[in-house]
């Protein structure tokens, strides 16, 4: 079983947990939540504050970058279902084609919500 690392930024402390593990780690000093790193991003030394707070900055960034391609994978999904439905729209009308329009506007729904 692979062991991943988990940090209180708060305290610079790491934890090991199994990769698989699906709980909340709590930080063993202040009690706070900690972040999972995953096995493959070293930890620094509790005394490098520059080298903690570059982590920390790194994982910010790669939050952000993964919550805009998520926005426009969505948005692309969106897209891909509107132009599907107007072209089944443009189509001769049958039993088939009506219902697949209908769950295709379901999906759209789905993914507004």
């Known amino acids: 079983m692979s062991m991943s690392n988990w940090v ?10 199994p990769t698989q593990f699906k709980g909340v780690v709590l930080c063993t000093q202040c009690r706070a ?3 999972p790193l995953g096995y493959k991003i070293p930890v620094p030394p509790k005394g490098k504050i520059r080298e903690w707070n570059m982590l920390y900055e790194q994982l910010q960034q790669s939050v952000v970058k993964a919550s805009n391609i998520k926005k426009l994978e ?10 599907e439905i107007v072209k089944l729209e443009t189509k001769p009308l049958n039993g088939g084609r009506t219902k697949a329009i209908k769950l295709l506007r379901k999906r759209l729904e789905r993914l507004d919500s």
């Open 8 to 17: 209180c930024f708060k305290c610079r402390l790491s934890a090991r947990h």
């Open 33 to 35: 939540v900690c972040t």
């Open 74 to 83: 969505m948005v692309r999904d969106r897209h891909d279902l509107e132009q």
